[in-house]
Each structure stands twice: as C-alpha cells, then as structure tokens.
C-alpha cells in the first residue's frame, strides 16, 4: 500500500521561505512521477509542481514558476518542494501525490491515485 507523509508546513512571512518534504512508501519510489499540489479554502485542488521520474523533467503552474522548485531524492524516497519569496495568495493546504502508474511528467489531477494527508502553509503580509 503506497503511503505518501508530508512534513514543512507552517507560518512564514512573506518574502520567506519554506521547504515541504514527502517520505514515500510501499512501492519502487524511483519507478514513478511525483507532483505537489494546493488547496486554499473555497477553491480546487491545483497542481503547484511535477516531476518525472528521476528528476530530469519538471513542471510549475505559472504562479510559482521562479519561485518554487520541485526535486526528488531516490535513494531517501522523498521527494521536496521548496518555495521561496513567498506571498499571502501561496496560503494553503499543501498535498503530495502520486500516479497509479507511470514515470513520466503528469500534470493533470487524474493521473494522480495516491494522496498525502496535507500539510498547512500560511503567508502572512
């Protein structure tokens, strides 16, 4: 059963950083795509970041591009979001996901099955 655990969430002021880290389990972590996704309050589920397989492929939504950047570490099964300059509208609930299947770079929602629980990021101003 894959299980997908995020930790780095928190409170930060704008102009500040945060680094989110996902610990993967249950499967051959190196085998798949990875993807960081947002969900604020009243809103969808978005994609922030993608990543392929062995990390030579990455994807950003175009409010975070420059900002953030996704990497994986296959030997840890982790895979890391770090954001930088970050502003009020990045407030929200921060989720790791993985595909069902497949290694390349996916960025729509429905490749991704396996869900973390979510971790809290709030920007204040």
């Known amino acids: 059963q894959v299980q997908l655990v995020e930790s780095g969430g928190g409170l930060v002021q704008a102009g500040g950083s945060l680094r989110l880290s996902c610990a993967a389990s249950g499967r051959t972590f190196s085998n798949y795509a990875m993807g960081w996704f947002r969900q604020a309050p009243g809103k969808e589920r978005d994609l922030v970041a993608a990543?392929?397989?062995?990390?030579?492929?990455?994807d950003y939504s175009d409010s975070v591009k420059g900002r953030f950047t996704i990497s994986r570490d296959n030997a840890k099964a982790t895979v890391y979001l770090q954001m930088n300059n970050m502003k009020p509208e990045d407030t929200a609930v921060y989720y790791c996901a993985a595909p069902y299947g497949g290694s390349s770079l996916y960025v729509s929602r429905n490749y991704y099955h396996y869900w973390g629980q979510g971790t809290q990021v709030t920007v204040s101003s």
């Open positions: 990543i392929n397989w062995n990390g030579a492929n990455m």
